[in-house]
């Protein structure tokens, strides 16, 4: 999935087995005999000294909960929490931008937390509660965020707002008061290309002012 | 003859107020579809697989093992073997499957034999030996330098010295006569060594263009009372739009390609596509509902976007999409050409500006590129400048929002600064002395723009002579600039349509690239009706509605507004036609203001919007607007050309970590008639922000021995962030002097500035210049170092 995959010197021979089929393979061999698998389906191996699930080589039954409601895919264990959403699922409102947990375009919680979409896989997102921007609207009335947001033209190209939107929900949840420090730590996760920061700024400190 | 001008201050509805933007609050809920959104049934994944090294031959290529991979549905080589390769992630095959997981794993089991090539990615200063040997000149040679109004000394001395590779015919001689040449040069021609065998040889890396020379620049300097010399530049960039380049492409029938593209350029991409898809254009629907980010990057369907058509089609017509990875969009999808100059230049005492002298080289990739317009702004009277492109693999350039104006102010704005410090003088001050330097038209301007952005830097206050602002290890400053852009309209086609319920709809193939084109639309339509910006159901994004040109060159504002003002004044004066007998008046004694249609004597007499649209009839009003890219088809013209712009910094500088913090920004911008100036005051604080980025930060950052580039990531392309962002103050000229100009566009001025007003902050500060962005601690700590050094 990574980028510079398709850079690899094209030129060797040596094909690397990119399935991961061998490190799976290295790790049935050290299976405990009495697996009792906590997902359907998925056996157990000791790993680090831990019981953990093993997915695939292959698709898998995966099953997500975004903003409520249950969603279910076959994918590869390699799918990111991202694309499933986007590519399964078409909620596509948290943007795939560098893929790598640098830019914050992804930004959605997990069990609350702000979290890099990208950056998580899907099988390890199960079980757990995912809210996405979409949840935000309610019978089509903007969160007081997003609000804010319009209010003080926050948003040019609109491509990295999604994940700022999120990443002030999720900032402001935790503590709706926070200090100019605090707020530009809780948003300095997040990149803009077009310069929205000033009208993002102006957004957040009218909500830390009325305690989101 | 319906009246198409602009309304006077008291009749504006709209124009002129703050709006807030129309698509925001699809954007901040996450409803609004980019490209990379879109998925239609049965998508397959497309993926490129790109050449490793910056300059190869490709020998062989073995797709089979990927072909016969489940889940492959397509395969598609773009380059041959034999073809040459240029710089590293260049396109070699495109491939789709069903699955993004299924096509990485195909893409790496194609095998691709290289035959590798030398690689140049530096864009460092051309060796002196190296730039000079241009070799014998062709008679096209000469040709150019002719159309380029070269000195005849210089041509005369040019060909003297490097010789020419062919024997002048006497057609030859009539024609170079015929085109300008004057008699030394043809002397010279006819006395020129032969160098036959050095026809058609392959260039230099190193392209020295003619020096141009205007006024008597030896004696200029031999007379200045002061000279600065300074070196000074900025590095390749690249644009990192949020949402790659990249098209999704479905074959609707076996003749109709349906594509959705990441495009400024929306009614320009199907004309691109019809030759090498060999279909009429005609069958090419091109949509796009948003775009995340071009900069200037964005105007061609690319090989990625021909590829997808062509293995959409390979798979019975499945839609298949490639967007860029973040690496690939990083390494290939356009960047800026660097700049950098030893400059030399001089004034009087009293600070007049007499002379201008420069060398400067920079690259475009494997194009080259040109000069920017140097010395800027300010035409110094006598000046040389000579300027060498390097062509080398780093990547194709593209255009970065207003193309060559932040390299040539980084190299004019620094070099003034100097020269201000030698004189003592504050540069607000030596500017200011200087403005009959500048075009007629923007003097003025910069005359009235310098007092307001000084009261809000609270420049006099806080300007003191270079490194004297120092406390502990923290250096402050404050620097300046000044920049102007072009503008004008692009071609744009409106069609708009009041319904009988009172709807009105607008239709037209431009795109919001995010600088608030649909806004500007809805608000001049909405003026005009005096309904809300709101009321306006615009429909864009389409090549299936009227033609508008791509968003670029800051055309936009100028040509939509135009076209929408010509339909929305046709269409409400057509509907006065139709509602003037129910008020028992003529058309032209009503007005539009305020959800009504009413006398202007007597706005009693008045009927609701929805009243007066019910007396339509059953068909609804229509109404075409056209701009002409020609100013002078459109009359009166709605648009101008020509704006100027000053921005100021204030920094801080560690001295012992060399890191610098940019504290305040203002920038005072004219643009003509601001139709919003919410929108426009965030453009401005957009392209101050972005300014920030390359000032401090951004760099295109070139492996020697691989050829690659070794920072194609947003953690290591760093860009401006969150924490960066200082104080910014925006003022926008309005009023008597800037209204009755007309619309002109916003997007590039704004970003012209800051790296030139950053730098001359730094320098402020620390005392010494850092001469080439971005101002990372290595460069800053390293000029500190040579200050103390020089005992300063």
Redesign the interface.
Known sequence: MRDDDSFQDQSQEAVEDHSGVSRREFLKISTIAAAVPVVASSPMVLAAGEEVPVYGPGKTPVELTVNGKAYKASLEPRVTLLDALRDSFDITGAKRVCDRGECGACTMLLNGQAVYACSILAIDAQGKKITTVESLLEEGKLHPVQQAFVDNDASQCGFCTPGFVMACKAMLDKNPNPTPEQLRRGLSGNFCRCGTYAGIRVAVAQMAQKGA | MPEYNWPDPEHRTLIGRRT??V???V????????T??V?GPG?L?G????C?YAHCKIVSIDTSAAEKMAGVKAVEILQKPGAQIHW??DEVVALAAV???TA??A????????EKLPHLVSDAEPPPGAAASQGPLSLDDVSDMLDNQVPEREMVSQIQQYGITAKPSEQDLKELKEDGAGAPVLDALQAAAVHPEAAGRPKSRYQKAAVVTMGEVDKAFAEAEVVSEGLYGAPVIVH?????HGTTSEWTDDDHLFVHVSTQGVSGIAGQMAEPLKLPASNIHVHQD????G?GSKFSPDRWGIASARLSKKAGGKPVRI?L????ELEVAGCRPSAYARVKVAAKKDGTLVAWDSQSWGTGGPGGGGMPPIPYVFSIPNQRKQHTAISNNIGPARAWRAPNHPQAAVLTMCALDDLAAKLNMDPMEFFLKNLDLVSKQRQTTYAEEFPIAAEMMGWKDKWRPRGTNLSGNLARGVGLSIHTWGGRGHASDCDLSIYPDGSVEIRMGTQD????TRTCIAVVAADALGLPADAIKLYVGDNQYPPSGGSGGSTTPGGVSSSTRRAVVDARDALFTKVAPALNAQAEDLEAVGGMVRLKSDPNRSLSWKEACAKIGAMPITAHGHNDQIASKNKPDLTNSGVGGVQMAEVEVDTDTGIVKVRKMVGVQDCGLVIDP??A??SV??????GI?YALYEEKVMDPTTG?MLN????FYR?????D?PE?KVHMMTGKGYDERGVVGLGEPPVISPGAAISNAVANAIGVRVSFLPLTPDKVLSAWDSRQKAGA
Do not use: W
């Open positions: 807030l933007r698509d925001a609050p954007k901040v809920s996450g409803q609004a579809k980019y990379y959104d998925k998508l994944f993926k490129i697989l790109a490793p590293a992630g699955d993004e997981g990485d794993d893409a790496r089991a194609i095998k691709v034999k290289y990192c739009c949020l949402e790659s948003h775009v995340g980010g900069f967007m990875e973040r690496a690939r690239i995010g600088t608030g919410r929108l005051e965030s604080m957009g392209g101050m922000i972005m980025s690659r194609p990531n947003m953690e860009l401006a962030g969150f924490n962002i910014l």
